[in-house]
């Protein structure tokens, strides 16, 4: 068994991409700047932010935070989307999600520039990804795409599995997955909450890619030998013993599926910081076809 390190692996992106930025400002050119918004002040969002904010520090990229009060309105929001669309220095943002719950997701992420959208969430980045185009693709299954490939896993031929049917991991794993060329050539079946019987498929998996959200989901008994499995689950779940009060779980037994595995990805220290460095590869892609253009 083979472990996929997503933290050495995304410190080695960053390290790639800080480079580039050394490069980049020795040859007078304007660096990459990413913001990003968060409304309210949930904890979840808040680490995840900090943490982005903290790893452009760490390559050299410019960065913004821009922090909205919970209360604010749907058209003021809109507003100030308007306003990072507009604004030439910046080349890249995120609106950070879930937003609460009067505003509509969906207006927003629509309302996002294509061309700074470096989550990969627009319809037209979207469209572009299911057609094989160039584009921003969604930072989490853009990861496990670089995992696979740096770690050299075969996916052509195999059958993947991909557990659960989001619009940030599911969806675009199973387009990714059967796109031409590698990482993907494989045959992949999407299963989800309506999926009956769902062990006939994890059991016949050559690669499992799971983001269903439900600590320790995926044992042992439903995986074959030799399977690879890419646990994309993030959950707190509390432990008395643990000096948090929690510990993070992902969606795979992992002591135990780890024994039948060939490669596996662990939690926390898989798919994780695998997200935020592709984030920031897509940024330094938004300013080097803003530079072309």
Known sequence: MQLLDGKKTSEDIKNEIAAEVLR???????????????????????????????????????????????????????????ELNEDDDLDGF??????????DEHKILMAIDPDKDVDGFHPANFGKMALEMDTFLPATPYGIMELLERYKVETAGKHTVVIGRSHIVGRPMSILMSRKGYPGDSTVTLTHS???????????????????????????????DGVV?????????????????????????????????????????GVGPMTIAMLLKNTLLAR??????
């Open 24 to 82: 980049m400002k020795a040859d007078g050119q304007k660096v990459p700047h990413l913001a990003a918004v968060i409304v309210g002040t949930n904890g979840a969002s808040l680490t995840y932010v900090g943490s982005k904010v903290r790893s452009c520090q760490q390559i050299g990229f410019e960065s913004t935070l821009v922090s909205l009060p919970e209360n604010i309105s749907e058209e003021d929001l809109l507003d100030k989307i308007k």
């Open 229 to 269: 499995v890419i646990d994309v689950g993030i959950t707190r779940v509390e432990d008395a013993s643990h000096p948090k009060g929690y510990v993070i779980k992902g969606d795979v037994d992992f002591d135990e599926v780890s024994k039948k595995s060939s490669f596996i990805t662990p939690v926390p220290g």
């Open 194 to 224: 309506r999926t009956k019987n769902i062990e006939e498929y994890t059991k016949n998996a050559d690669i499992i890619i799971t983001a269903l959200g439900v600590p320790n989901y995926l044992k042992a008994d439903m995986v074959k």
């Open 94 to 103: 995120i609106v950070q999600l879930p937003l609460p719950k009067h505003i």
């Open 288 to 293: 080097q076809i803003r530079m072309k253009k």
